[in-house]
């Protein structure tokens, strides 16, 4: 399980290196074309030089999947056409938000909606941002490949199907107001720092500076076994990507 947050705020430099020294690992942000939440260029590298992942979420607004598939298809380019610029490698994802609580009457539209992003995003894998029955609808139309679950609107319920977990909104950390969010793994996520896709290669001396710096000292000061047991996890993680023996 990796730690990460979603935000409508800009990562400067200094901000995501802040967060990275924090333990995070990965960071939602908004693959639009235009406005003040959007990812820029700038900002994709400043967040792969902190060493942290990028999840792309396109959303303008909150219930736009009642456009269906027209809507869907017009997304999907859109989508396609700025990952691009950004340079996000494919084999990467591309969720698609459904922010609000849809109800079963207008899930066959989300459905065509989700299907139809997919259609017009080929080369990246396609995600849904939504609720407990969101994921499990699109999940079971086979409409997309990756989910993004949000405790909103959800009752309590967690989808087996999640690949992502939203679990608390709007809470401030360094100085901007963020939701926290936990992965499982095969989450789409990407870094201007590698190839494409989940496989990241790191250099061996930055990911035994990140260890000894931020791991070991986290896990010397804290007694609770689970997030010893996470610190641990994420040592070897970095060690599996730069080549350095497990432990």
Known sequence: ??????????????????????????????????GTKRLTSDE????????????????????????????????????????????QPTGSAIYFAV????????MPTVIEYIRAASEATPNYLTGVY????????????????RFWQTYAWSGGRKSSAANLYQYKNNISVNGILIDLDESYGNEGWWSLSSGGGDDIM????????????????????TEDQE?????????????????LPLE
């Open 202 to 221: 790191l250099d061996p001396g930055v990911a035994q500076t990140i260890i000894n710096t931020w791991i070991s000292p986290s896990w010397y000061k």
């Open 99 to 106: 922010d609000f609580n849809a109800t079963p009457g207008q």
């Open 44 to 87: 994709a590298a400043a967040i792969s030089q902190a060493l942290l992942h990028i999840v792309s979420v396109f959303e303008t607004t909150a219930d736009r999947a009642l456009g269906g598939r027209t809507a869907g298809l017009a997304d999907g380019a859109t989508a396609l056409k700025t990952a691009v610029q950004l340079g």
């Open 130 to 145: 939504g609720s407990y029955a969101v994921i499990e609808a699109v999940s079971a139309a086979g409409a997309c490949s």
């Open 227 to 243: 997030q010893k047991d996470y610190l641990h996890w994420l040592a070897n993680e970095l060690r599996k990507a730069s080549g």
């Open 1 to 34: 399980m990796a730690k990460g947050f979603d935000c409508a705020t800009p990562l400067t430099p200094q901000k995501a290196k802040q967060f990275r020294a924090d333990v995070y690992e990965f960071v939602c942000r908004y693959l639009v074309p235009s």
